[in-house]
């Protein structure tokens, strides 16, 4: 495997992202973002849908 090179490269397989309900990708996070960081970006996210959805 070659390390990133260009902005935007994947930095190995330790990047990770959260990826909408319809493909979009939400955020991205390079290590070492903590996965309490992501959890409660997820937790947001739902938030936000079902809040959305509650409105409909």
Known sequence: MTP????GDVAWN??????GRDG????????????EQIRA??????SQESTSAAAR
């Not at 979009?24 to 996965?35: D, F, K, M, N, W």
């Open 24 to 35: 979009r990708v939400l955020a991205r996070y390079e290590p070492p973002v903590p996965l």
């Open 41 to 46: 970006d997820v937790l947001e996210r739902l």
């Open 14 to 19: 330790l990047t990770r992202f959260l990826v």
């Open 4 to 7: 990133a090179r260009e902005p």
